[in-house]
């Protein structure tokens, strides 16, 4: 056990937890935050997908002591009400169903238009492939996206 | 304080009641309406401040209850789903034994019904506006939350005349709107949980947190029908966080379970625990199971006669000259149910005292006020289980099934403190029940002319009661198991389903569609094959076959039109047809496909015809429908489960791969809300999917796929 220090959407957080659990869990359970989810547990699925200084991660395959003191943003990090313009464009498409994989989803996108303002079908492709949606919400999301990169100011 | 109950008035069969709610300092200010056919409860609950509350009694796990069942009270009671909170029951007695999402049967199952209990509070409030007013019911009306006079511009809030209306009798059949008037139905209003959705507020099963909360982890036996001989857990209990390991015991349907539980301050301290827990298995000869033996047994099984289940005519005497019948025989894989999140829930028992919380498709079952009740086999008694039932992460019948909740139960007797057992995604894959396999032989007999006179499907599978129940009848056909085969509505004069039962030691379980996922394959591969046969356009072959006024036909014909079936394809393009009709409803597909350079299937598109009869939330249906092509593209083209040396093969995602973003195809939706029957939209996107996929595939290759899963590489 040791104690590490998260930094999460801009809030500082002291575990005392084993430096080799994944940031996931650390999030979930000792940080509390349960927009992040629980998928796969090896980064084939995408539920768990926070980011990292900027960059989409997959947080069940990350040990917590690989990320102290950097800067992590989780679902509930994006916007307090929705109104992020990737959050906006999933309500205007009506994306989710069960809505299980959509936090990690949603970070994706989020971290994709923040490099790339106007992916095309191949971009987002090779963005999102990482994600699994067991609904089969695909093409809403794929049509969020564009609607979201349009809708940026 | 007085009770509830004693203010419930029965009207009779219908069990009508209406309950005046005391609340704490003894005034009654709030009025709950039921309206109780044989299965389900649902409320209405207003209050004098105006507060509205909508108790949906079908867990919402991405179908869209959570809207649809409160929106067709809604609309009764002229109130907008902007004005309203919608509570998701959790078994609660008062509210029966329907809180249950299955069979695509939410809206189908109780349109009329939910209706109801809005116009009869929407009568009971115009009439103490009415009598209020001293002028007759016809000069009142309600809009809004409110009841307006006709005769001058007074209207009054719901929240003002509840206390009168409660004293009124509940009519026993309201007057429903007409179509024409609805302002709720048959809008795509924007999902109430979308929001939350979208924000990570949404609370799963796994997401719940109680004071005081442990964590456990279930090693189980890996060998499918192994027990638990013995366990060691001395290395495990010095994993720092770890505070007791303790035996497992779960019910499947006729079978059970034990495991070894970790019990741990947290999920990923159990996790380090099991990784060195040492456990020895009896695994009672099933270690030498190999699925590729069974798949053998139940081609040989073929050769059965197996039992009957609908003779039209009979097939028997007819005779067709040689050439002029066709025989083939399909076979289909198990599959997982893959729901995203995982298995899991917390019990907490306290002396008698049982509280669940998780994520279920079966609130009833959980609590006791419906069929399949789980106190019986926790030794619990039903007036002492409260469930939090929280939204799920993907039913799709997994969580019909109450394994993992008797689990958590059994665990948590053996600790005082509240315990989250969370299932990884491996134990997930290979220890929940799964879709069983069904194998088909078909027949099919011309005349002289060419017309089809006779048809026979034989499946041969494993039993899916036999597996749920103890006292499987195998001199009767399973109704599951031939599910759709003997009803649908092509007009053949022989018709012959038959049932051949296969032994099985792996629990079987629903899986979204039930066996039309596998049986339709076959059956709808077939009749494409018979329309080749007689060089028949398959569309225009299946159309021969149904009646003008057939739901089928008016499905198919609808599906010629938008798809532009008419048209011939650019070369080197090719497409397939095939529709389903079972217990959940009515849809059909055409797909569209071509080869690319590598060789390859590419589905260029997905056209598909819904027949509701009925519909609540037209996008929602059409997001409900596009799912359905994905999750059967799946299932279609991908790894199935398999068995060897007693133990499900595959893990996680990597060997049991999902259809990702990059595979989906364009799907375009077209539903049918005309009238007629009012069918589900859950399910009835899956069954013919996969057939219409395997018969354009044929349009372009000559080649006929008659195993599910198939590569979309050609050889």
Redesign the interface.
């Known amino acids: 056990?040791a104690i590490i220090n998260l930094k999460i959407n801009s809030k500082e957080y002291s575990i005392d937890?084993?430096p080799q659990?994944?940031l996931l869990?650390a999030i979930?359970?000792?940080v509390?935050?349960?927009?992040?989810?629980?998928?796969?547990?090896?980064a084939?699925?995408g539920?768990c997908t926070v980011h990292l200084n900027g960059q989409p991660v997959r947080s069940c395959s990350l040990p917590v002591a690989a990320v102290a003191n950097k800067n992590i943003t989780?679902?509930?990090g994006l916007?307090d009400d929705?109104s992020h313009p990737v959050?906006k464009a999933?309500?205007e498409e009506?994306?989710?169903?069960?809505?299980?994989?959509?936090?990690g989803q949603?970070m994706a996108a989020a971290a994709l238009l923040s490099k790339n303002a106007s992916p095309n079908d191949a971009d987002?492709?090779?963005a999102?492939?990482g994600?699994?949606?067991?609904?089969?919400?695909?093409?809403?999301?794929?049509r969020a996206i564009k609607k979201a990169s349009e809708n940026k100011p | 304080m007085v009770s509830r109950r004693q203010f419930i008035k029965n009207t009779g069969k219908a069990s009508f009641a209406l309950w005046l709610g005391a609340t704490s300092n003894g005034f009654a200010n709030a009025a709950f309406i039921t309206y109780a056919p044989s299965n389900f409860t649902p409320f209405v609950k207003i209050e004098k401040n105006g507060k509205i509350t909508i108790f949906n009694t079908k867990p919402e796990?991405?179908?869209?209850t959570f809207q649809s069942v409160p929106a067709l009270i809604a609309e009764e009671l002229e109130v907008s789903l902007d004005a309203i909170t919608i509570v998701q029951t959790s078994g609660e007695k008062q509210f029966g034994g329907g809180q249950a999402a299955g069979g695509s049967s939410s809206i189908r199952g109780n349109y009329d019904a939910y209706r109801k209990i809005g116009a009869a509070a929407k009568e009971m409030l115009i009439k103490a506006a009415s009598v209020k007013w001293g002028i007759g019911i016809e000069s009142c009306y309600a809009e809004n939350g409110s009841v307006h006079s006709k005769l001058s511009k007074e209207h009054l809030s719901y929240g003002d005349l509840i206390e009168e209306a409660s004293k009124l009798e509940v009519p026993k059949e309201p007057k429903l709107k007409n179509k024409s008037d609805f302002k709720i139905i048959g809008k795509?209003i924007?999902?109430p949980?979308?929001?939350?959705?979208?924000?990570?507020?949404?609370?799963?099963g796994?997401?719940v947190?109680v004071p005081n909360m442990v964590?456990a982890t279930v090693f189980r036996s890996p060998v499918i029908g192994g027990t638990l001989k013995s366990f060691d857990a001395d290395a495990t209990l010095k994993i720092?966080g770890v505070i007791k390991v303790v035996e497992a015991k779960t019910t499947v349907g006729k079978y059970q379970y034990s495991g070894v539980a970790v019990i741990a301050k947290?999920?990923?301290?159990a996790l380090?625990g099991r990784k060195v827990l040492k456990v020895e298995w009896e695994t009672n000869g099933y270690e030498n199971f190999n699925l590729s033996d069974y798949e053998n047994k139940l081609r040989n099984l073929s050769k059965e006669t197996g039992v009957l289940d609908k003779n039209i005519g009979n097939v028997e005497s007819v005779k067709t000259e040689p050439g002029n019948s066709v025989e083939s025989f399909y076979e289909t894989p198990m599959v997982a149910h893959?729901?995203?999140?995982?298995m899991n829930c917390i019990a907490h028992v306290n002396g008698e005292m049982l509280t669940i919380w998780t994520s279920t498709q079966v609130p009833s079952a959980i609590t006791g006020s419906g069929p399949n009740d789980l106190h019986s086999q926790i030794g619990m008694k039903p007036e002492n289980i409260t469930l939090h039932s929280k939204?799920?992460?993907?039913?799709?019948g997994r969580r019909l099934y109450t394994d993992y909740v008797i689990e958590a139960v059994n665990i948590a007797k053996q600790i005082e403190q509240p315990v989250k057992v969370?299932w990884?995604?491996e134990d997930t894959t290979q220890h929940s029940a799964v879709r069983p396999m069904t194998f088909s032989q078909l027949k099919g007999g011309f005349s002289k002319e060419g017309e089809l006179i006779s048809f026979q499907h034989k499946v041969i599978s494993p039993s899916y009661f036999d597996s749920v129940g103890p006292n499987f009848d195998k001199t009767k056909v399973d109704a599951i198991m031939i599910e759709g085969i003997g009803e649908q509505a092509y007009q053949i004069p022989n018709i012959k389903t038959s049932y051949v039962y296969a032994d099985f030691h792996v629990p079987v379980a629903a899986w979204r569609s039930v066996t039309s996922s596998t049986v339709a394959f076959a059956h709808e591969c077939f009749i494409d094959e018979l329309a080749h046969k007689v060089k028949k356009d398959p569309l225009d072959f299946r159309l021969q076959m149904l009646d003008k006024d057939s739901d089928t036909k008016r499905v198919l014909l609808k599906l010629k039109e938008v798809s532009n079936w008419d048209k011939p394809l650019p070369k080197g393009k090719g497409r397939g047809v095939a529709q389903w009709e079972f217990f959940a409803g009515l849809c059909a597909h055409v797909v569209e496909v071509s080869v690319t350079k590598d060789n390859t299937i590419k589905i260029d598109k997905v056209y598909a015809v819904i027949d509701l009869g009925e519909v609540v939330n037209p996008?929602?249906v059409k997001?409900?429908i596009?799912?359905?092509?994905?999750?059967a593209l799946t299932a279609a083209i991908k790894t199935g489960i398999t068995i060897e040396n007693g133990k499900i093969k595959q893990s996680?995602?990597?060997d049991n791969p999902?259809?990702?973003?990059?595979e989906?195809p364009?799907?375009e939706v077209h539903i049918l809300a005309d009238g007629g029957k009012i069918k589900g939209v859950g399910e009835p996107g899956l069954p013919p999917f996969a057939p219409a996929l395997a018969n354009a595939i044929f349009s372009i290759t000559g080649k006929r796929i008659k195993k599910m899963p198939f590569d979309l590489k050609l050889s």
């Open positions: 056990m937890v084993d659990m994944p869990w979930r359970d000792f509390g935050l349960k927009g992040t989810k629980y998928g796969c547990g090896i084939q699925c539920a989780t679902i509930e916007s929705n959050q999933w309500i009506q994306v989710p169903q069960c809505g299980y994989c959509q936090s949603i987002i492709d090779a999102m492939q994600h699994i949606c067991r609904c089969g919400t695909y093409p809403r999301i794929k | 796990m991405g179908q869209g795509s924007q999902r949980d979308v929001p939350l959705k979208v924000s990570g507020k949404a609370e799963y796994i997401d947190e964590y720092p947290s999920y990923w301290s380090q893959h729901t995203l999140e995982p939204f799920i992460g993907g039913g799709f969370i990884s995604r996008d929602n997001n409900q596009e799912g359905s092509i994905v999750m996680n995602f990597h999902m259809i990702r973003m990059h989906t364009e799907i």
